[in-house]
DNA sequence: AAGGTAGACAACCGCTTCCTG
DNA sequence: CCAGGAAGCGGTTGTCTACCT
């Protein structure tokens, strides 16, 4: 197993890609959908590995990406994800649909580390995403920014395309047909993305008992049981494929539980005291 | 104006997980 | 159940750009 073996073949090219090279890919992808990566270096002429050619497609070239400076809003949500599910950059950006896994996990490396640094003495993780959400929500009055970039075009072309196609993501789909060609509100995004009448019984139940100095759920005494419960019910809902993360206003719910709030206040007037946010 | 430095982000590497035969 | 291949994911690096001296 290990590394894909395409990677290291002669005449494999690396580096910054190409609009050429772009074109290509997209052209490809418009004809037969995203996946089968393996056949598309061969199919297309790329001189790209077929991980290249994914990761330049998921992270950069599909349509519905949101580019350039995030919102206050957004901010806050990556904050007190990674506080809760730790570096799993895939699972946030699930909550941020309109951003790439490596999007997110960029912005937590340049930006938001640092700006936490300064309070980490302060106030531990859990904590201070409580802060920042309670900020961040009550701040969250559609935050909607227009995004440009070099690459925008080319995700406007394949908007059609997209709406064309229902059985290429589906998901991705939806979203472009509700939000009629434009960038969505936060808002209606989350009113759609995530399963909208579960129960979250599990993540309910955790509340604030299981939460930890460090942040996660994973050195509570009671993790054992509640990944248990999490992972069943994941199975339930899922049929035991799908990834699945609880929807946000559970996670929300968490974190604004006022049990949790403690030694928040403190920390609020830091942060209204701070250039930073 | 030129060189140095830091920040931002695209892309790669390699490990893990999932899927299929 | 197992092995091999493909895809997913997170960490890291490389490169470009803006800013500073």
């Known amino acids: 197993m290990g590394r894909s073996p395409c990677c290291d073949k002669v005449g494999i090219k690396k580096g910054p890609w190409t609009p050429e090279e772009d074109i290509l890919l997209v052209s490809y992808v418009q004809e037969h959908g995203p996946g089968n ?12 590995c077929s991980k290249s050619c994914r990761l330049r497609w998921t992270n950069y070239l599909r349509p519905g990406i949101k580019r350039g400076n995030f919102t206050p809003h957004e901010e806050g949500m990556i904050i007190h994800l990674q506080a809760l599910l730790g570096n799993k950059w895939a699972a946030i950006a699930s ?21 936490l640094k300064k309070f980490q003495p302060a106030m531990e993780l859990p904590q201070m995403a409580q802060v920042c959400l309670n900020k961040t929500v009550a701040g969250s009055s559609s ?32 979203i472009n047909e509700s939000g009629g060609g434009d960038l969505m509100s936060n808002e209606h995004f989350e009113s759609i993305l995530w399963f909208e009448n579960m129960n979250n019984v599990a993540w309910e139940k955790s509340a604030c008992g299981s939460t930890t100095s460090k942040g996660g759920f994973q050195d509570s005494g009671n993790d054992d049981q509640f990944s248990v419960e999490i992972t069943q019910e994941m199975k339930q809902k899922t049929g035991n494929n ?6 946000f206003s559970s996670l929300e719910k968490w974190l604004l539980d006022d ?19």
């Open 242 to 247: 799908s990834k699945f993360y609880p929807s």
């Open 143 to 174: 935050t909607i920014a227009t995004y440009a970039s070099s690459t925008e075009n080319i995700s406007r072309l394949l908007q059609g395309w997209m709406r064309a196609s229902p059985n290429i993501c589906s998901n991705q789909s939806a």
């Open 37 to 48: 990566w393996r056949l598309v270096p061969t199919n297309t002429g790329l001189q790209r």
């Open 95 to 115: 909550y941020l649909p309109q951003r790439t896994d490596n999007d997110v996990k960029n912005y937590w490396n340049t930006h938001l580390k640092k700006k």
């Open 259 to 277: 049990s949790c709030a403690g030694q928040v206040e403190e920390m609020n007037q830091s942060i209204e005291l701070s250039p930073i946010f």
